[in-house]
């Protein structure tokens, strides 16, 4: 923990001081990150394709990779639609029953990773050979990535209760950091799938559909879907008819959440002074009040005495006229009423000074 | 826990359902713990996300909301009349959260692993990271808020006092944290448009989250203090027994209020991507559901309720709402999630995963009734009487 | 500090940044509240 | 305590528990109900009988759904009752108004009326005297996105189908032939003018001549329905009869029916069209090509193939610079334009499509038109005649083209078999598998049978090793061509994507030919079909 926390203040140190040196990354709103010029991809002609798994045993032995049931040279596998899972990086699959047509399906290793824009540890990383990498040690097995991802790649070991890991195609990055072909491509009989950069593949695919305009659908799926992917594909039949979804977009996955997190924030910066201002303004409404209060009481009371004194004085000159006797009776009755009145006075004074206190209490 | 409470009363009929679904919690526990979530859940490479994440998570956080909702009522909008209601809702919030929290232990894959996010490796790209650094943040908060009545029943007076200087402070921090992870667990959602039904997502999800949030906490606040009422009433004083129809009649009122708002955002966001010829299909059929009968008919019956001051219905209607956040979570996570996908690969939840998540929930009423029948929660502590 | 080439790249780089800025802000806008009502509350 | 004891067991339940668990089963109900796929529409079984009523389009969007109206069905109800067409459609100058109870339309009401008053009262009429009626009620008729499909298809007067009406009509072109007099307002008849109806019955109605439409159902239908009246062997009257594939697969065909005669040439040389602007200097002009038209005839079904407008020469619209008569396509783009049908070179390209040519063709790149100078020559021939522009018209220009047309010799013979290996073996890729012995001679052979008749081919193939570059592409036309490997590494290094390497040149050539040329071989997709798995 000692050595995270050391880490977690080098990362705030190197922030704030980047921040206060400027970036590089200088990007205004409309500025648009094209990714790694010299990325890596791989090229799936699926018009190549004849089906033969070679592909799958390649990535099973490459990655070491439990053996399957079913023997790689099994076809009849093909029969039932698969995805990617824990033990198995890639699959193939197979569609309409004449004249099959194979899809290789795997990772995609996007540009702008929806797996890596969604993982709270980053554990995901595109790396500028393009491939999109897992880094076990920091998993945590929250599974958001397998949410994010458009193409349901990713794969978890939900067998394995103590350290499950998220399992998907590396693009057999190990191997070509050593200059080798992924296991996948090198296995390929038909160069269905062909590894290079990233934009001479590009450019490869687009001369193939010029050559055979009659052999290709004129779209290369991952130069754009969601924000373009690392993995490329032609194909003869629509894309939608060989289990590629079409409705996918063109938005790179950090940009769906771009605008919840830039609220963020807005909220942390404003809430306070939204909420300590209402409660600012409630709290001025509470004395007013209160002091409203306080001076009607001593309206009420001074209203009182006076009347009490005007008795007084009118009782006196009654009794300039009369007899003492009334005299002393009257003055004294005078005294009394004012007295009462007086006393009735302070006790609603002092209620209302007890009520005040209340509630305000908590609030300092 | 309650059992060494009260020995005559050891054996309830509660305690003993109560008991026996403890020790099938445990059981699970274990099973979940030693042969994975293979064996105890019907997750899968396509449904990574279950009820654990559905109910305990997404369901759980909302309810909990009546947290900050009455805390701001009372501090910050100065509603005085309330203040009986806010400790009841701040512990409801308090083990509402603490439970989301142990929940997540049983549904993530290392869950030692949890502050990694925090203290090894930041992905501050991730709203999962916001919603888990509020979360965490936000129950340190109410266990701070909580902390008075515990510090009241041990008699620790000027800890007590000192905690209570801080309730502004706390109550701001506690509506801002609850603003941002209430609407993230909705943003979570938004990075996947391929594959949650259109009628359901929407760029607006943060704010629905929210919306309904609040939505939950007013509502909850009534259901609890009604269940409180009936179950806990020989410890609640005059001030709750009154404070309770006032509250209800005003909760009520705002809920109802919310919800008409709600339900105008929610049609807004149906225009805005233009998806009403959705509203003719099954799924549609089921969206109506969930906006007429879920969020039009309380919101309605809210207000008949406050209108001729009838707690019957503003607490019946209050159960339904709360019922009304169940299924829109649900939707949301399960439901309308992987619609594209064919039936046989869709997910419905494993009896051991609905078992962890009553057991879990029961816990929480054994907590919570622990708690109510020993800590000032449902009266005021004779030394703190306020004036 | 070298080249940002992706969006992900630069949100994280930009978050983390904010996400500090916020922990101060909290505790900076509690600070300037109290100095500021520091005269009329108790 | 007490409290939670006694009253938990009889309230908890309608409060908490009950309202999750009800939640719970809304829940399982519907969400099964959600997961469950919608019923596929059922679709009426497709008839081409199909109309739409919809005639209220012209007065403004419709306030109901178009009706639905299956013709014959009424024309069948119609001759039960022993009624006529003359039932529904009025009479105007012996012609029938395809409009149901009218001549035209006049107003948006009394067109509703029309459909309302006939067809409800009908249908009502045969109600109450309890027969077959039809709907009575709006929404019966009026249904709203009724899931119907027609199979109506459109027939084309193709040259058995035109010859067997030359011969019904003794040769009487002007039966159906004619040309419009704007003055008199008067159809007349030339000989030896004749074309298609299209030329000028277009798709839509214009000054003075009907849409094709209104024009082939007003005449066919009535000279078919006349013909039936005197009970000769008539044409359909009925819309299936013409326009539901599975009648027109039924009618007769003439295996191949004599030349139409309109006068055509038989062998011509493709005029240079002269007309608009200045022909380019004699010396930089291409040869002029001869063309055996007489053997198009036989390889198009329609003159509409090629005379796509009229029966003119193409060279009338499509000048050398162009011409706004001929939408300013020049000549060489009318005769090499690769993708349009009506090109020479168009159409050539699609006949590589055959199972026999797209073994080696679907592999060669599209984008050019020609694909080698030799190609060029095979039209324009280059052998020395005297003066090779002759004067278009000029009876010398005929000869001419029959004299080219005669010099042009297929190539018929390929390499001589003992000259073709009889089998390859490829060493260079065992690894998993045993070497594979490749049938090498055997392959050449089915190429070559495929082509045997194809003259299209026996003329372009211009050489008898040109059936070898369908594999040894990019090599010199040789009986000895390089090894596969001198130009496909062992595998494909990123240095060069567009080359496949070895093994898989291989397999694509291989397995591209079996596809497109439809070989029944290889049984099975395994590996092991074809490699022998290594011990």
Known sequence: MSISRRKFLGWMGAASLTSAVGTSARAASNHEFKGYEDSMAVLHDITRCIGCRKCEGACNTVNDLPKPEKPFDDLTVLEEKRRTTAKAYTVVNQFGGQAPTFVKKQCNHCQEPACASACFVKAFTKTPEGAVVYNEKVCVGCRYCMIACPFEIPAYEYDEPFTPRIMKCTMCYPRITKGLLPGCVEACPTEALVFGKRQALLKVARQRIADYPDRYVDHIYGEKEMGGTNWLYLTSKPYGEVGMREDLGNTPAPKLTKGALGAVPMVVGLWPVLLTGIYAINKRKEKIAAEEQHAAVDEAVAQTNAEAEAKLAAAMEKAAQNQEAAVAREVKKALEEAAKAAAEAEAAKDEKGSDAPDGTSEDA | ?387 | METIHTLQEFMLHTKNIIYILMILALVGMTAFWKFLSGGDED | MQGIGKMGIKKIYPFGMGILLCGVFVLAAVWTAAAAVPPAEALALGRADLIVIDGLKSFGPLERPPVPFYHDKHTDAMVKQNKDCSACHETVKDKLSRKFKRVQDNSKTAVMDVYHDQCIGCHKERKSANKAGGPVTCGECHIKDAMLRSTWQAITLDKSLHYRHVKANEKKCETCHHEFNPQTKALYYTKGDEGACLYCHKKKTEENRISNRLASHQACIACHRQLAAKDKDAGPAQCSGCHDPRQQALLEKIADPPRMERNQPDAVLVKTGLKGGNPEPVTNRMRPVPFDHRAHEGYNNSCRQCHHADLKSCATCHTVQGDEEGRQVKLAQAMHQNDARNSCVGCHKQQQAEPACAGCHSSIVKGRSLTSEAACKTCHMNIPVENPYPDESSAESKSMAADLLAARKPVVETVPVDQIPETVTIQSLTHDYEAVALPHRKIVLKLAAGVKDNRLAAYFHDAPTTLCQGCHHNSPATVKPPQCGSCHGRSSEALNLTRPGLMAAYHQQCIQCHDKMGLEKPVSRECTTCHAKRK
């Not at chain 2, 269940?227 to 309770?244: I, Q, R, T």
């Not at chain 2, 607490?315 to 039936?343: C, D, E, K, Q």
């Open chain 2, 1 to 387: 826990m309650s059992q060494q409470a009260n020995r005559s009363t050891l054996f309830t009929p509660f305690n003993v359902i109560a008991g026996l679904i403890v020790i099938m919690g445990l059981i699970l526990t274990v099973i979940r713990f030693t042969k994975g979530l293979d064996a105890t859940t019907n997750l899968s490479d396509y449904n990574p996300w279950g009820l654990w994440i559905g109910f305990d998570l997404l369901v759980g956080v909302a309810l909990a909301a009546g947290g900050y909702v009455t805390s701001a009522a009372v501090y910050i909008f100065g509603m005085k009349r309330y203040h009986s209601a806010v400790r009841p809702a701040i512990l409801t919030a308090f083990l509402g959260y603490a439970l989301v929290v142990f929940a997540l232990n049983y549904d993530v894959g290392r869950p030692w692993r949890l502050p990694y996010p925090f203290f090894v490796s930041q992905g501050t790209t991730s709203l999962l990271f916001e919603v888990g650094a509020c979360v965490a943040l936000y129950l340190s908060v109410l266990f701070i808020e909580f902390s008075p009545a515990a510090m009241e029943w041990l008699g620790l007076k000027k800890a007590r006092n000192l905690v209570v200087k801080l309730t502004m402070v706390l109550t701001i921090l506690g509506v801002i944290l609850s603003t941002l992870h209430q609407s993230s667990l909705g943003a979570l959602f938004l990075i996947a448009p391929s594959k949650l039904h259109p009628l359901w997502y929407s760029s607006y999800l943060p704010i629905f989250f929210f919306v309904t949030s609040t939505i939950a906490g007013l509502s909850m606040v009534i259901f609890e203090s009604t269940l409180s009422h009936h179950f806990l009433h020989d410890k609640m004083d005059e001030a709750h027994l009154a404070g309770n129809k006032g509250l209800a009649l005003g909760f009520g009122k705002a809920a109802a209020w919310v919800l008409a708002g709600y339900f105008v955002i929610k049609t807004i966001g149906v225009a805005a991507d233009n998806n009403w010829h959705y509203l003719g299909t099954g799924y549609g059929a089921w969206f109506l559901v969930e906006m007429l009968g879920f969020v039009a008919l309380p919101a309605f019956m809210y207000a008949v309720g406050v209108r001729d001051r009838n707690i019957k219905i503003i607490r019946w209607t209050a159960a339904w709402t709360v019922l009304g956040i169940v299924v829109n979570r649900f939707n949301i996570s399960m439901v309308a999630f992987n619609y594209h996908l064919p039936s046989s690969e869709r997910y419905f939840p494993h009896w051991m995963e609905i078992g962890i998540s009553v057991f879990i929930v029961t816990v929480g009423i054994l907590v919570f009734r622990f708690i109510c029948t020993r800590m000032p929660i449902l009266y005021e502590h004779p030394d703190y009487e306020s004036h």
